[in-house]
């Protein structure tokens, strides 16, 4: 270093070092998990060469399958309802003055984000029982329906920054050059809100592909999730086959992760 | 008041913003003004006066709490912003960051559906009145700020307004821009032949442009007059106050003859000075003179006011002399330098004061 | 003029009107899929047990909040603490403390080294948390597992290395229930914390060093307490969900090593006994609101010291 015995007003003995151990913490296990996803052998912890078998004996997993595309679907849906939703909420909380009421709307959006996880689970269970008894329908409903909830609050939080950010004489401009409401909001507020609604609507997407401890308690019968799937599996003798699903999530996960990164950057 | 003769009329505006807790702000304080057509029309005022407040009512921003806006004699409080045949320059611009320098300034003509080759054309029209017809493809956020401030300009004028509302538009400018488009901005006025409504909180730059100015403060227009009324006559303690430098002086009034009036001041001396319109008749007033309106004679010569010379200041284009007034006022007097020019003053010596005819003018407050 | 008032209070009430109805779908899906139910455990939380199950519908009770801290003996009807679940409850919090404390111990150094490095690189240094941050909690639990499996690679590593003989048992302890929490929640420290010392004036430290400050003084002194806000946000983003965890004491902890989330839900399964783990959800988001609680004080004092 080019500066070595110089005295630095930032430096901190032994910072550096903890920092090191903490990122090699942080990617050390998983690491490891996608290093063994590619063992030849069944064991997760002894090396015996590099092979796809896994990740084929995954792809042809017919019941993996199924899961995966549920996860999707239920992600794709709860995301976009609750991106609409969330937009919609921001569009009525931000900017204006605020009215009777903004507090409490704003303090219902982000109730999902203070309650444990585990306690809205059994509250879920207890109540679509209920409901499930009461009418019969035992279809992904639930499960959609408990997805868009908690999604709303992290759809919520980018686009309602991205409108705090927004400068308000812009569509007082374009009503002033006679755009009506809607196409102020068409032509000018929608196309700059845009980037804020992607990050949302991604957010929302990975919470969504996330979530275990929800799903395990609201899904019916047969309507496993990719994470639910994987909790079942843990219980039973694991092979590399997990980890060979583990890191296709993960990887999935670190692309809209990169993806809202760069947006988030692009933008400032 | 006929139809017709005024382009904007506020009659007994008043505005109120409800604050947090109990107080709240009266931001316009029945306010009666009348705006002629093809006018170039200044509200100043230092900021909080209310005269961006007003702008904001005539655009349709905001609501009147109590009064009404007449545009044509109509009275234009049911109309959104985007029914008022009113257009707006606005202080940061709001250009629109998404859209090219072209797509801005036919924003306003596409909202109103007027036939694409019919915006096509009024575009580049306003592209060449503004002189920025290379730049139409631009991002709003590739040109700089006198570019920008153009578009705004074109943008605001290319739905042909009745009025044109400017909010400080010129004030994110630096100096010498800011010169250039105090111009500009009255050739485009001269030949939109549309109505201007500026706002500014800078005397000079409502002096240099406008037909008219209303002077306000704390929500209250308090006069209003040709730059130059506004600068020689001024009716009241503030409007004297904000516009330019101003020597006061406290008396009485000795007696009225029509306009003018014989104020005894301090020092036993006697001037004449202009009284405002209505008057209120009170005997003890305040008359202001402004320091270029005077000047310097030698000790023993005919003079109006006489005193002691307590400090010369140099700027260059001209000169100060303080003086301080027999009776205890102090009095500045402005002279032009010229080459070789200037009599001899030393600071300490006696000297007398000559006011210029009409110089004086007495203050209603 | 009564009309200007008129007109101006009805163009507030169609603003007011149109804004509730914006915020209608937000409301209703989350008032019908996490509030509303919430009301439900607590109704519950008063009912009498079913026998399979599920509730005696308006049928009161107490009985479920008394077993949360109390038991009955069988045979004779005596009172006792319920010993069983105050060492769930102790272990939790005991847990999601360590928890917190080790993660601030790891997270301060760590996000004052992201902070201090140069202006582009930052970002980079941050996205690194943050992707942990974003990986399934399931699949960062199991890569922890299969670390501290007795055949996993720590151990293996060890054992080849000849510092142990046989497997440490890590897996199915609270250790193991420990290091996987701080392995799931450390980014949740890291981020506010590094949030707070992104606006630290380094003038400031300076000043401390020009005023004959050592280092460890200036962290002590300037330092820390100018980033107190991260600090206990941090702390308090870590505890929270610590305290309700349940997949990591699940698969980390095995079936004995109960966090309260695991006890909740063995009473919707085979406990069978809804009105208590109906009490015991009330009784955790309890103590997370308290928690909450003193964050919002804490944040909202930052903020008003700050301007």
Redesign the interface.
């Known amino acids: 270093m080019a500066n070595a015995g110089r005295f630095s ?8 070092l ?2 090191a ?3 090699l ?6 690491a ?2 996608i290093f ?1 996803s590619f063992n030849a052998g069944t ?4 090396w015996e060469g590099f092979s796809w078998r896994w990740y084929e004996a995954a792809w042809n997993n017919e019941q993996i399958k199924e899961v995966s595309l549920r996860s999707l679907l239920i992600a794709t849906v709860a995301a976009t ?2 991106t ?3 937009t ?2 921001a ?3 931000t900017r ?1 003055k605020p ?3 903004t507090t409490a ?1 704003y303090a ?2 982000n ?2 984000l ?17 409901i499930k008894v009461a009418t019969g329908y035992t279809g992904l409903g639930y499960l959609l ?2 997805h ?3 999604c ?1 609050p992290f759809a ?1 939080l980018p686009v309602r920054a991205r409108l705090e950010s927004m ?1 308000l ?2 569509e ?10 809607w ?2 909001f068409r ?2 507020t929608l ?2 809100l845009w980037p804020g609604i992607i990050a949302g609507f991604m957010l929302a997407f ?1 919470i969504s ?2 979530d ?2 929800i799903t395990e ?1 609201v899904k019916s019968a047969g309507q496993d999730t990719l ?1 639910t799937y ?2 079942g599996q ?1 219980r039973r003798q ?1 092979t590399p086959e ?2 060979a699903i ?1 890191t296709a ?2 990887l999935l ?2 692309l ?3 993806l809202f ?1 760069f947006l988030n ?1 692009r933008k400032s | 008041m006929a139809a017709g003769q005024s382009a904007i009329e506020a009659r007994g505006v008043t505005k109120v913003f409800q604050g947090a807790g109990q107080d709240a702000v009266k931001a316009l304080d029945n306010v009666f003004v009348s705006i002629r057509e093809n006018e170039f029309f200044t509200l100043l005022g230092p900021s909080g006066c209310g005269k961006t407040t007003l702008l904001r009512l005539i ?3 905001d609501f009147p709490t109590e009064g009404e806006i007449l545009l044509h004699g109509q009275d234009i409080a049911p109309l ?4 008022r045949p ?3 320059v ?1 202080q ?1 611009y ?5 859209m090219t320098v072209g797509q801005n300034i036919g ?2 003509l596409e ?2 559906g007027r036939p694409k080759a019919e915006i096509e054309a009024r575009v580049n029209e306003m592209l060449k009145l503004v002189r920025m017809e290379e730049l139409r493809n631009r991002k709003t956020s590739q040109i700089s700020g006198g570019q920008q401030q153009r578009v705004a300009l074109a ?2 004028l290319a ?1 042909a307004p009745k009025v044109l509302l400017l909010d400080e538009p010129l004030s994110a400018l630096d100096y010498k821009l800011r010169k250039d488009m105090q111009i500009e901005l009255k050739r485009l006025q001269h030949e939109t032949g549309i109505t201007f409504i500026f706002v500014t909180h800078d005397q000079e730059e409502a002096l240099t442009m406008s037909d008219r100015i209303a002077v306000m403060s704390k929500g209250k227009i308090l006069q209003i007059g040709s730059p130059r009324d506004i600068y020689d006559r001024p009716s009241e303690r503030f409007v004297a106050n904000f516009i330019g430098d101003t020597n006061f002086l406290e008396g009485e009034i000795a007696g009225t003859a029509g306009s003018e009036a014989k104020v005894k001041l301090a020092s036993g001396a006697v001037i004449s000075a202009g009284l405002p319109e209505g008057f209120s008749g009170k005997n003890r007033v305040t008359v202001v003179v402004r320091p270029e309106h005077a000047g310097l004679t030698a000790p023993g010569k005919k003079a109006d006011l006489s005193g002691k010379l307590e400090n010369i200041v140099y700027f260059g284009t001209d000169t100060h002399y303080h003086i301080m007034l027999d009776g205890g006022a102090s009095f500045m007097i402005r002279q032009q330098n010229s080459r070789g020019g200037g009599v001899g003053h030393a600071v300490g010596e006696a000297v007398g004061v000559m006011l210029e005819d009409h110089a004086a003018q007495v203050l209603k407050d | 003029m009564a009309s200007a008032k008129e007109f101006l209070e009805a163009s507030e009430r169609k ?2 009107r ?6 209608l ?3 209703l ?10 009301l ?2 607590l109704l ?1 939380s008063f009912m009498v047990k079913g026998d399979y199950g ?1 509730v005696k519908l308006w049928q009161w009770s107490t009985e479920g909040w008394f077993s949360v801290f109390f038991q009955r003996d069988i045979f004779d009807d005596t009172v006792s603490l319920a010993d069983a679940h105050l060492t769930i409850l102790w272990r939790s919090v005991w847990l999601s403390f360590l928890t917190t404390l080790l993660a601030l111990i ?2 301060f ?2 996000a ?3 902070a ?1 490095r140069p202006e582009g690189t930052r ?1 980079i240094w941050l ?6 941050f ?7 639990t ?6 501290i ?1 007795n ?3 720590l151990n ?1 590593v060890l054992i080849k290395i000849g510092i142990i003989d046989a497997p440490l048992q890590i897996l199915y302890t609270d250790t193991a229930i420990m290091l996987g929490m701080l ?1 799931v929640y ?2 949740l420290m ?1 981020l506010p914390l590094y949030a707070s010392m992104e606006k630290l004036d ?1 003038r400031l ?2 000043a401390a ?1 020009d005023l004959y400050a050592t ?1 460890l003084r200036v ?1 002590w002194r300037v ?1 820390i307490p100018l980033v107190k806000p991260g600090v206990i946000a941090g702390s308090i983003l870590v505890f ?2 610590a ?2 965890a ?2 990591t004491p ?2 980390l902890g095995g079936g004995k090593n109960m966090m ?2 695991n006890l ?2 063995l009473q ?1 399964g085979q406990g069978r006994n ?1 009105p208590l ?2 009490a015991l ?1 009330i009784t ?2 309890a103590i ?2 308290v928690a ?1 609680l003193v964050y919002v004080r804490q944040a909202s004092k930052g903020t008003g010291s700050h301007g």
């Open positions: 007003i930032r430096r901190q003995t032994g910072f550096t903890i920092a151990f903490c990122f913490w942080l990617y050390a296990p998983i490891t998990l063994y064991s997760v912890a002894i309802v609750a609409v939703a969330a919609m909420a569009l009525a909380t204006k009215f009777r009421g709307v219902a959006i109730a999902p203070m309650v444990p996880e585990i306690v809205t689970a059994v509250a879920l269970l207890i109540t679509f029982a209920s329906a408990a868009s909830a908690f709303i919520y400068d004489t812009l007082r401009a374009a009503a002033d050059l006679y755009a009506t409401p196409n102020a032509y000018v196309p700059l990975v592909l996330d275990v401890v308690f994470p994987m909790l843990l694991i997990i980890n583990s999530f993960f996960s670190v809209i992760v990169t990164f950057r | 655009a349709g921003f959104p912003p985007f029914r009113v257009n707006t606005f940061s709001a250009l629109f960051p998404h924003f306003g909202m109103l943008r605001a739905p | 603003d007011v149109d804004r509730w109805l914006l915020s779908p937000a409301l899906i989350i008032f019908a899929a996490a509030l509303g139910p919430l439900v455990v519950y599920d790891f997270g150094p760590t004052y080294f992201i201090t970002d996205f690194l948390i943050t992707i942990p974003w990986t399934n909690l399931l699949i960062r199991f890569a922890m597992m299969e670390v499996r055949e996993g690679i293996t392995y450390l980014p890291v380094f430290v300076e060093y280092r962290l330092i929270i969900p305290l309700g349940y997949v699940r698969v309260l989330g909740i839900e919707f809804w783990g109906a959800s955790l988001m997370v609101m909450m």
